[in-house]
């Protein structure tokens, strides 16, 4: 019986054609590998995650706590059509994206997390995101709201984005939309990357997601490290 409840349980999962991974030359001239993973590695995610729970700085703590749920719930099969990419710097995990496909025209953006900060990473992952969703999924647009005055400014307004009636699936603030044209508009100025990644750093950022210790992930979002080239 709790077998055929699970089955009604898990969501019809919609197909999704794989994200082509990219590598950006950071500020710092290390290499950013952006891409897709699984499910199976959200319990690794969730470490990283976990820390940013007791951050109220830039409502780290509400995106963290609603970013953690939303994995989980993918790796629960409690979600429909999620999909998550991460950014990896010689394997350590420095940023986290996630969206769920609410149809074959609309993509809803969840949460965009940078664990390094100043160096836009999480510009670059929300970028990419937007890249699958409009490029290789297809997306007329994607819903987009925001939970900080940081990312307002670097989704709203840096990308001139449309006010839409309605809510958003988080409920909050006004949904504003990113659409197709919006997108390419903005594509040269804000989308970066390089493909093919290198086979040596594909092997290196697919073999382990390194994880930093707790008292280093909190340090990195406090903005005690700086690493920019002088």
């Known amino acids: 019986m709790d077998i055929e409840v699970e089955a009604y349980l898990r969501p019809p999962e919609m197909y999704m054609p794989p994200y082509p991974a990219k590598v950006i030359t950071l500020a710092t001239g290390g290499k950013l590998v952006i891409r897709q993973v699984t499910r199976d590695v959200v ?35 409690r979600v429909r059509d999620e999909f998550c990419l991460v950014g990896q710097i010689e394997g350590l995990l420095v940023g986290i994206v996630n969206t769920r496909s609410f149809s074959p025209e609309v993509d809803i953006s969840l949460h965009t997390l940078a664990i390094e900060r100043g160096l836009r990473i999480g510009a670059h992952l929300f970028a990419a995101k937007m890249e699958y969703s409009i490029e290789y999924l297809g997306r ?6 925001a939970e900080s005055p940081i990312g307002f400014r ?26 197709r044209d919006l997108y390419f508009r903005n594509k040269d100025r804000l989308v970066a990357g390089e493909r093919p990644v290198p086979a ?31």
Do not use: C, N
Request: charged share 30%; no cysteine; proline share 3%.
């Open 200 to 230: 040596d750093l594909m092997e290196v950022a697919e073999r382990e997601i390194i994880i930093a210790s707790e008292d280093d992930i909190l340090e990195k979002i406090l903005g005690a490290k700086r690493r920019l080239v002088q």
């Open 140 to 145: 007329k647009e994607v819903l987009i709201t």
């Open 43 to 77: 319990p690794t995610l969730l470490q990283a995650v976990k820390p940013t729970l007791e951050v109220e700085r830039d409502y780290y703590d509400i995106v963290g706590a609603r970013l953690y749920a939303e994995l989980l719930g993918w790796y629960r099969y």
């Open 154 to 179: 670097r989704w709203m307004i840096e990308y001139g984005l449309e006010k839409r009636d309605g809510q958003h699936e988080l409920g909050g603030a006004t949904p504003f939309a990113l659409t």
